[in-house]
C-alpha cells in the first residue's frame, strides 16, 4: 500500500517537472516557476482592500493547460502592487497544494490599472493538474484570499 502511494507521489512529481519543462521549452532540468514571496492570507473584503482589486473569476481554458484569472480593479493605487516583481502573481490549488505560477508567454500588463476596469491574467496549468471545481487561494501583489473556485 504504501509503495503504491509512494509510486504515484513519484509519478505526478514527474508528470509535472514534464509539463513544466514542456511549457518552459526546456530539455533539460524543468526550471520550476517563481514562487511568490509570502504574503498575508486575508479575508475576501480585507484582501479587495489592501489588493485593490476583485477577484471575478478563475476559469480553465486552453483544453485545461492554462487558468484564467479576472480581476476587477477597486483602487489603481493599491492594485500597483498586482505585478511587482518582489510577490507575482499566483494561484496555489487548495488539493493538491500545486503552485501556478508561470504566466502564459511571461504575459503582464504594463502600465497603470484603471479603477472599474477588469483585466485578465493567464497562467500556464502543467499537467492539467488545477481542475474546474477546485478552490484556489490566489496571491495578487502583498496579498492572499482563499477559496476562490474555479470554473
Do not use: C, W
Not at 514562487?35 to 486552453?62: D, H, M, N, Q
Not at 497544494?97 to 484603471?114: A, E, F, I, T
Not at 499537467?127 to 495578487?140: F, I, M
Amino acid at each position: 500500500m504504501l509503495g503504491g502511494v509512494m509510486g504515484a507521489a513519484l509519478m505526478l512529481l514527474a508528470i509535472t517537472s514534464y509539463e513544466i519543462a514542456r511549457h518552459s521549452g526546456s530539455t533539460g532540468s524543468a526550471s520550476l516557476p517563481r514562487i511568490a514571496a509570502p504574503a498575508p492570507l486575508l479575508p475576501k473584503v480585507a484582501f479587495e482592500r489592501r489588493a485593490g482589486v476583485r477577484i471575478a473569476r478563475v476559469a480553465v481554458s486552453g483544453g485545461g493547460g492554462l487558468l484564467d484569472l479576472r480581476f476587477q480593479v477597486l483602487d489603481a493605487d493599491a492594485a500597483a502592487s498586482v505585478h511587482d516583481a518582489a510577490t507575482p502573481p499566483q494561484l496555489v490549488d487548495e488539493r493538491t497544494g500545486v503552485v501556478v505560477g508561470g504566466l502564459l508567454m511571461g504575459h503582464s500588463h504594463k502600465g497603470r490599472l484603471n479603477a472599474a476596469q477588469t483585466y485578465y491574467l493567464v497562467f500556464d496549468n502543467p499537467g492539467s493538474l488545477v481542475r474546474r471545481g477546485s478552490r484556489v487561494t490566489v496571491q495578487l501583489g502583498a496579498a492572499r484570499v482563499a477559496h476562490v473556485p474555479v470554473r
